[in-house]
């Protein structure tokens, strides 16, 4: 699967150069090949910034396995993960790992969430009889990833702050509503192809408690402006994650572990995790800058804005789209595309305001998969892809809907 988008990236490309050249555009060829030599710096230095965090998050989620916190943890979300992957025994420490990382995904705690994400993958690795080939349950927790639902998005509401907005919060909602429907249409998709039940009392159970506690917050954070908004989201984020580090090496010592040696043989593993990322990260960031460089991306908006005029459809989403259709390959360039938006159309214009919920309610995609199977050596992801942006469309048309809904 890899192997073909790759090499379809590659051929998208070089189509799009051909016409850009036919167009008269010859800097095409000067921006196409400086993105090569880009894409591998951005390549090592993403990697080399890993190195830190890995061996930090490594290090000490060994620990709080030994201290048993993460298996605690674990038995909280247990009866619905393994409702939803069958195949990760009981008891299993990838429950654990699974259960921290949505957590801080939820959450916004991006420094946390993505070495939790690794340290689950690898975990789901020891459960895979042939190596190269994704199981159903990690191509399920990717997914889950690519589309796992934001409770309080403050980098989105800091840009709209800087970019004088007048209400910079009042995405909030939006923004949670489209992510949550991103979500629901990647688990769905997932179980249809995976052959998963998931309309079982378990599910139904613990999807309840989540929504529940999904509209308290809302109607907490509703009362709140911007200012506390991110006041109360930076409290909350960083309180769990001193909480967690804390009982982590509390607890450990407390029953004895040799924690020094537990972090330093964790913090190992997690230095050569990061080196080994190199090569699938470059391998994907250089088909993305390539398509990037060579306008491609512009071709595909110009042809979605002439079916929307043919069809006599409301086109004002289309000034927003850029972000949307970046955001998958690129969260740096969908930044960009979003402050270019909002810069250009007003930061609570229309098409500003759907940038920003298109910024806080998708996901880096193809960044995400390269990650996440490279840190283990996967190279066949199987149907992993085809889900992951099925669950981005589903925020893209649902974002579209909420922002008609709430802005007309």
Same mark, same amino acid.
């Given at each position: 699967?890899? /192997?073909?988008?790759?090499?379809?990236?590659?051929?998208?490309?070089?189509? @799009?150069?051909?016409?850009?050249?036919?167009?008269? /555009?010859?800097?095409?060829?000067?921006?196409?090949?400086?993105?090569?030599?880009?894409?591998?710096?951005?390549?090592?230095?993403?990697?080399?910034?890993?190195? +830190?965090?890995?061996?930090?998050?490594?290090?000490? $989620?060994?620990?709080?396995?030994?201290?048993?916190?993460?298996?605690?943890?674990?038995?909280?979300?247990?009866?619905?993960?393994?409702?939803?992957?069958?195949?990760?025994?009981?008891?299993?420490? =990838?429950? %654990?790992?699974? !259960? $921290? /990382?949505?957590?801080?995904? $939820?959450?916004?705690?991006?420094?946390?969430?993505?070495?939790?994400?690794?340290?689950?993958?690898?975990?789901?690795?020891?459960?895979?009889?042939?190596?190269?080939?994704?199981?159903?349950?990690?191509?399920?927790?990717?997914?889950?990833?690519?589309?796992?639902?934001?409770?309080?998005?403050?980098?989105?509401?800091?840009?709209? @702050?800087?970019? +004088?907005?007048?209400?910079?919060?009042?995405?909030?909602?939006?923004?949670?509503?489209?992510? *949550? @429907?991103?979500?629901?249409?990647?688990?769905?998709?997932?179980?249809?192809?995976?052959?998963?039940?998931?309309?079982?009392?378990?599910?139904?159970?613990?999807?309840?408690?989540?929504?529940? !506690?999904?509209?308290?917050?809302?109607?907490?954070?509703?009362?709140?402006?911007?200012?506390?908004? +991110?006041?109360?989201?930076?409290?909350?984020? /960083?309180?769990?994650?001193?909480?967690?580090?804390?009982?982590?090496?509390?607890?450990? %010592?407390?029953?004895?572990?040799?924690?020094?040696?537990?972090?330093?043989?964790?913090?190992?593993?997690?230095?050569?995790?990061?080196?080994? &990322?190199?090569?699938?990260?470059?391998?994907?960031? &250089?088909?993305?800058?390539?398509?990037?460089?060579?306008?491609?991306?512009?071709? =595909?908006?110009?042809?979605?804005?002439?079916?929307?005029?043919?069809? +006599?459809?409301?086109?004002?989403?289309?000034?927003?789209?850029?972000?949307?259709?970046?955001?998958?390959?690129?969260?740096?360039?969908?930044? =960009?595309?979003?402050?270019?938006?909002?810069?250009?159309? %007003?930061?609570?214009?229309?098409?500003?305001?759907?940038? =920003?919920?298109?910024?806080?309610?998708?996901?880096?995609?193809?960044?995400?998969?390269?990650?996440?199977?490279?840190?283990?050596?996967?190279?066949?992801?199987?149907?992993?892809?085809?889900?992951?942006?099925?669950?981005? @469309?589903?925020?893209?048309?649902?974002?579209?809907?909420? *922002?008609?809904?709430?802005? %007309?």
């Amino acid at each position: 699967m890899l /192997n073909r988008v790759w090499l379809m990236f590659f051929v998208v490309s070089s189509i @799009a150069i051909v016409l850009e050249l036919i167009g008269g /555009n010859t800097q095409v060829l000067s921006v196409a090949v400086d993105s090569l030599f880009a894409s591998a710096k951005l390549a090592a230095d993403i990697s080399l910034g890993l190195i +830190g965090v890995l061996a930090l998050w490594m290090g000490l $989620m060994q620990v709080g396995e030994k201290a048993g916190v993460v298996g605690l943890f674990a038995r909280l979300f247990e009866p619905l993960l393994h409702k939803l992957m069958p195949e990760v025994p009981r008891g299993h420490k =990838a429950y %654990g790992s699974i !259960s $921290m /990382n949505l957590t801080a995904n $939820m959450l916004g705690l991006d420094n946390a969430a993505t070495p939790l994400g690794l340290k689950a993958m690898e975990d789901l690795q020891s459960l895979n009889p042939i190596k190269a080939v994704a199981t159903n349950a990690q191509i399920l927790f990717l997914v889950l990833n690519t589309s796992s639902v934001t409770l309080v998005p403050v980098t989105v509401f800091l840009y709209r @702050a800087q970019q +004088g907005a007048a209400a910079p919060a009042d995405i909030f909602l939006p923004i949670l509503l489209a992510t *949550c @429907a991103s979500t629901l249409v990647g688990l769905t998709v997932v179980s249809i192809v995976q052959r998963l039940s998931i309309l079982n009392t378990v599910v139904l159970a613990y999807g309840g408690v989540i929504f529940a !506690s999904l509209g308290a917050s809302i109607f907490y954070l509703l009362s709140l402006s911007a200012t506390a908004i +991110g006041e109360v989201s930076s409290v909350l984020g /960083n309180g769990i994650l001193l909480v967690l580090v804390l009982s982590f090496i509390l607890v450990a %010592g407390f029953k004895k572990v040799a924690i020094y040696d537990e972090f330093i043989e964790g913090a190992t593993h997690g230095f050569k995790q990061a080196i080994q &990322l190199i090569p699938y990260l470059l391998a994907m960031l &250089l088909a993305i800058g390539f398509l990037r460089a060579s306008g491609a991306l512009d071709y =595909a908006l110009s042809a979605l804005a002439s079916v929307v005029h043919v069809m +006599g459809f409301d086109g004002r989403f289309i000034d927003a789209m850029p972000t949307a259709l970046m955001k998958p390959f690129s969260g740096s360039g969908a930044r =960009a595309m979003m402050l270019e938006t909002m810069s250009h159309h %007003g930061v609570d214009s229309f098409a500003g305001r759907l940038s =920003a919920i298109f910024q806080g309610s998708t996901e880096t995609t193809f960044y995400v998969l390269a990650v996440y199977f490279g840190s283990v050596g996967i190279k066949n992801g199987r149907h992993a892809l085809g889900c992951g942006l099925a669950a981005d @469309a589903g925020g893209i048309i649902a974002a579209i809907g909420v *922002c008609y809904w709430f802005y %007309g």
